[in-house]
């Protein structure tokens, strides 16, 4: 069962026989723009990133540019120039088995490459699925628009032995995930 959550909402992520492997999708549309020869659609670069924390300190990062952690349990399926076609556009794939017991926090991001706003895309949205059912567990509407060109979607973080989900849709603007590191490592 999907859990469509709101910006701060926190959720819990404990299920019957423990949660192994999840998937963050991102997924997004542009602005169609009428004109006089009818709508067009212009391509929308945006990118998806995961950085790694430990007790507030990054120890990696997972992006277009390296697509998997140090250690393998953090992977990115690859990087969609232009948001065509339904569903994720990209993914970030989650082995929370084998991350490392010292990473206390995963934060998911999303940037606009090319630096056009989110007033140019629609549709936008991040969702955590369970890769073991492919079951859809939570879905965050990043909905708005505006004049930034990234966001900080969500966070995954370490309670007790299990694991919660934090909706955090903060604006900021970046190109890439470096760009907004002074955003983000006020949210890890």
Not at 10 to 39: C, H, N, Q, T, Y
Not at 68 to 92: A, F, K, P, Y
Not at 152 to 179: Q, S
């Amino acid at each position: 069962m999907t859990v469509s959550m709101v910006k701060g909402q926190r959720i819990s992520l404990e299920k019957p026989g423990g949660l192994s492997m999840v998937r963050m999708g991102l997924g997004w549309d542009a602005v169609k723009k009428k004109g006089f020869f009818g709508a067009r659609e212009r391509d929308i670069d945006l990118d998806a990133s995961c950085v790694l924390f430990a007790d507030g300190r990054i120890a990696d990062v997972v992006y277009f540019g390296k697509l998997v952690s140090d250690d393998g349990s953090v992977r990115h399926t690859g990087d969609n120039l232009t948001g065509q076609g339904d569903g994720d556009d990209e993914s970030v794939v989650v082995d929370l088995n084998r991350l490392p017991v010292h990473v206390t926090s995963l934060v998911f991001t999303v940037s606009s490459f090319n630096g056009q706003t989110f007033d140019e895309v629609e549709n936008a949205f991040c969702r955590l699925v369970n890769e073991a059912d492919g079951g859809e567990m939570a879905r965050y509407t990043l909905s708005g628009g505006g004049a930034h060109t990234a966001m900080v979607m969500a966070r995954l973080y370490r309670h007790g032995d299990g694991w919660k989900m934090n909706a955090i849709g903060e604006p900021c603007h970046g190109r890439t995930f470096e760009d907004m590191l002074p955003t983000i490592a006020g949210l890890a």
